[in-house]
């Protein structure tokens, strides 16, 4: 059964630094998305993409954030300048391009900002 | 943005006994989907469920959209079935899904 994989499973960082988080989605699907879990809470959307631009994001997906799709199978997060407040588990989801479709997690990736 | 509520916020169970878990949201919705979470953090697609009736195993949804809400039972429960389980929706126009709190499930032998 396809599967959305990240990389990497685990990520420790320093303050300061940029962290590149990445995605393979499933093959047929064409809406991308982030989602974070700040341990304890909930999950929280951040930001959606389609037909290679953002299609949605949320007000914690600043200039901070950005994503790309570089080519035909990765998506990527980029974290510019972490803070502390990064620290997360962030998840990559996909599902297929019909509006409320069924979206499906990756594993995701646990960033450590130190 | 859509609002998501979800009760109890815990529950603990003895192994072999049904439970209902229960999502509240507040607009009419075009996805309605259950996640497991697991000991490692993964989301585990439960049920995609924006209206009726599914079951999977002991596991079964229920979502009546006009009076917006989602229940999911749990039926003999087993202490694998323990972790956090999410409900979360999106509304019409959107693709953001917009999660609850979680339920927090522990079932003891």
């Known amino acids: 059964e396809p599967e959305v994989t990240q990389t990497p499973s685990h990520q420790v960082t320093q303050m300061g630094q940029e962290v590149i988080l990445r995605c393979v989605p499933i093959?047929?699907?064409?809406?991308f998305y982030w989602y974070r879990q700040i341990l304890g809470q909930k999950v929280e959307f951040l930001v959606s993409f389609y037909n290679n631009e953002i299609s949605e994001k949320s007000e914690i997906f600043d200039d901070q954030f950005s994503v790309e799709r570089p080519d035909g199978s990765n998506f990527t997060l980029k974290i510019r300048s972490t803070k502390l407040e990064d620290s997360a588990m962030y998840f990559c989801a996909s599902s297929k391009p019909t509006t409320g479709g069924e979206q499906f997690f990756g594993p995701g990736t646990r960033l450590t900002v130190l | 943005g859509i609002q998501v509520e979800q009760s109890p916020p815990d529950l603990i169970l003895q192994e072999g006994a049904n439970s209902t878990l229960r999502c509240n949201f507040s607009?009419?919705?075009?996805?309605l989907q259950w996640f497991h979470q697991n000991p490692w953090g993964q989301l585990i697609n439960l049920f995609y469920?924006?209206?009726g009736t599914k079951q999977n195993g002991r596991l079964s949804a229920t979502t009546v959209a006009t009076e917006r809400y989602s229940l999911l039972y749990i039926s003999s429960s087993q202490t694998t079935d323990s972790g956090v389980y999410f409900c979360a929706a999106t509304y019409y126009g959107n693709n953001r899904l917009a999660f609850g709190k979680g339920n927090q499930v522990v079932v003891i032998p």
């Open positions: 469920i924006p209206s």
């Open positions: 093959s047929n699907h064409l809406y």
């Open positions: 607009d009419s919705v075009n996805n």
